[in-house]
């Protein structure tokens, strides 16, 4: 072996103690010094948390809200101690208070450095935080992912803020949640004849496939008037290598990377090209929708969000409101990522429920039904207010699965919060500037306290008086979310439309057949953290066209011309369906034109393609 004759010689003691002493003294500095920084450290910690009373709570080794606790907790599994993963809060609910023994808890960990953030899932302390905005503004640090198209609403504090709250809050009138309404039953007519066409039975292999076109669909019409449909977008307008619904899609994502990702690393992978190109197309889309407005010949009176952000970015009189054109498409762009992804993943999570609940969903049909049946026309926005249980339904998901877990604060001023503890009585405790706050969402909405029987989904106990302070899915207080009537308008119609003519079942699958309730429920309403709540991959849906409730789905039509309500009985008489399930079942003969002499249709907006049927066939 070795060739050249030498021997390979022990070496003699006295080397040999002295390589042995330099690698323990080289080590034991080494651990003196790993020592002194854990001491250190650990002094440090315990500072923290006895300037905020020694609450107790959950340690981890990564800070979630940094950027390694981010990267970590995407690629590692939750490790207890080490790393939370990424939907730990909706994962852990109330338990880390119930340990902590009061509405307040402690998130200890150690890196990037040593932090105590400050959990609440007390009704009142949270209300103090939102109420006095100066005391505990928005740590805007935290939102850096959400300006990379410039400064906006969501991510801006103090005068800024202000200057877009005023530019932003007037375009969400109610003339807008009227547009948002008729806007959404398009949509979903159009979903009804021209996707699901005459199909008795649609299966979606995932909720979303349906929800997220829809969110985005209305929050591109009402939003930018800027109409995209099922059918339309398939393939990428003239000088557009991407349609808008995919650009925005891939966008929200995936727009940490924009933050993460050096400029190099762009060109490296085919997703990072794309993700870099969808950022490039998306802002090229925005530049038209802005240039296009700007441009019109004739200025429309239009009641989109867009058109408010448009006028106050053209208004540069210098009455405090104006915003510069980075600035308008930062506010473009958060508006179309709030009212894409919250919205798409609620009507989810609310299908999963409805379909895990087959008496609830029957319930909210029937009041769905009790409303549209009262009515001799198709309800409109006016209407919205009548259905209560459809409202219950989504607050009830919302509660049990908020979008936005976790709404970060910070202190701006030593001061003292009270929590409620285990035996009812309060805690009061010191929190000194500079500390970071949480609010808790799934702690305060599945706290025992003020929810009964909180792992439940009973829609009903939105109907009566219910702990308006204990349901923060919007947050509160001047931070609150302005899109919420947006929202629920959206939804409210979205289900009117889908409830009533389709029953929403979970595919069966036989490799699940077996399973209890809590396994499929478990399965069903899996989640996972994105930028916002993300409902899982497990959801597969069946939405069955209800076939046998021709009463139900009744098609009133005015007739006025004698010879056309002969045509329209004799149909009524035959056996001809117009869609499946569906007949036409009441003709009513009128004795004078009504004053537009147009034909009224029926209250179940869906029923507008058998009546195109039906005139055509007149
Ligand atoms: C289920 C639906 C929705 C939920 C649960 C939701 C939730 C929230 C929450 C929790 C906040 C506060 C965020 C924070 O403090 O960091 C917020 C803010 C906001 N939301 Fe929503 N949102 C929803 C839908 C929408 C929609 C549809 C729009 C617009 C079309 C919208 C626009 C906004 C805006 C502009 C803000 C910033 C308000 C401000 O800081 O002054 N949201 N939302």
């Not at 510069?324 to 009212?339: H, P």
Request: charged content about 20%; some cysteine.
């Amino acid at each position: 072996m070795f060739t050249s004759g030498h021997h390979l010689l022990p070496l003699n003691p006295t080397r040999r103690s002295l390589a042995y002493w330099t690698m323990f003294t080289a080590l034991s500095a080494v651990f003196s010094l790993l020592g002194v920084f854990l001491i250190q450290h650990l002094l440090k910690l315990r500072r923290i948390a006895r300037n905020l009373g020694n609450l107790s709570g959950p340690r981890f080794l990564f800070n979630p809200s940094s950027a390694p606790g981010q990267l970590t907790m995407r690629v590692l599994p939750p490790i207890p101690y080490v790393n939370s993963g990424g939907s730990w809060m909706l994962a852990q609910k109330y338990q880390d208070f119930a340990i902590a023994g009061q509405d307040a808890a402690l998130l200890i960990t150690d890196f990037p450095q040593p932090k105590c953030t400050l959990f609440l899932a007390d009704p009142a302390a949270i209300k103090e935080v939102t109420t006095y905005r100066a005391r505990f503004p928005k740590p805007v640090e935290l939102y850096a992912a959400l300006s990379v198209f410039g400064r906006n609403i969501v991510a801006s504090e103090g005068e800024e803020w202000k200057r877009y709250r005023k530019v932003a809050a007037p375009a969400f009138s109610e003339r807008n949640n009227k547009l948002v309404w008729d806007e959404t039953v398009l949509i979903m007519k159009d979903l009804f004849d021209n996707v699901w066409g005459n199909k008795s039975e649609v299966v979606v292999d995932h909720g979303v496939d349906i929800t997220l076109p829809i969110a985005l669909f209305v929050i591109g019409v009402a939003g930018f008037g800027r109409r995209v449909t099922w059918t339309s977008d398939l393939v990428p307008p003239p000088g557009h290598q991407m349609a808008l619904k995919d650009a925005l899609h891939i966008l929200s994502n995936n727009v940490l990377m924009k933050i993460i990702l050096p400029n190099w690393a762009w060109g490296l992978t085919k997703h990072t090209r794309e993700v870099q190109l969808a950022f490039i197309e998306f802002k090229q889309y925005m530049i038209e929708l802005v240039d296009a407005r700007r441009n019109a010949k004739e200025k429309e009176e239009r009641y989109d969000l867009f058109s408010g952000l448009v006028d106050a970015a053209r208004d540069e009189q210098g009455d405090g409101a104006a915003i510069s054109d980075e600035e308008l498409l930062g506010n473009v762009f958060i508006f179309l990522l709030a009212g894409h992804e919250t919205a798409a993943h609620t009507l989810c999570f609310t299908f999963a429920l409805l379909a895990l609940h087959p008496d609830e969903q029957e319930r909210l049909y029937q009041q769905i039904k009790s409303v549209t049946s009262s009515l001799d026309r198709a309800p409109g926005y006016e209407d919205m207010g009548r259905f209560t249980y459809s409202l219950a339904v989504f607050y009830e998901t919302l509660r049990m699965f908020p979008p936005a877990p976790s709404i970060p604060k910070e202190v701006a001023e030593d001061t003292t919060l009270t929590v409620t503890n285990a035996d009812g009585g309060k805690t009061t405790f010191p929190v000194p500037s500079g500390t970071e706050i949480n609010l808790h969402v799934p702690g305060l909405h599945y706290n025992p306290r003020y929810w009964k029987d909180p792992h439940a989904f009973k829609p009903e106990r939105f109907l009566g008086d219910w702990p308006k302070d204990a349901f923060i899915p919007f947050s509160l207080g001047a931070r609150a979310c302005l899109g919420r009537r947006f929202f629920e308008t959206e939804g409210i119609a979205v289900m009117t439309m889908l409830v009533s003519n389709y029953k929403i079942e979970i595919k069966e699958e036989p490799e699940f057949a077996g399973e209890t309730f809590e396994q499929r429920f478990a399965r069903i309403t899996a989640f996972d953290q994105g930028l916002t709540t993300i409902a899982g991959l497990a959801l597969s849906l069946d939405f069955v066209w209800i076939r046998d409730s021709t009463t139900d789905l009744h098609l009133h039509l005015h007739c006025f011309r004698p010879q056309r309500l002969k045509a329209l009985n004799a149909l009524q008489q035959s056996s001809r369906v117009v869609r499946p399930g569906i007949r036409a079942v009441s003709v009513q003969g009128l004795k004078r034109a009504p004053p537009n002499r147009r034909l009224q249709r029926d209250p179940m907006p869906d029923n507008f393609a058998a009546f195109r049927s039906l005139t055509v066939m007149n």
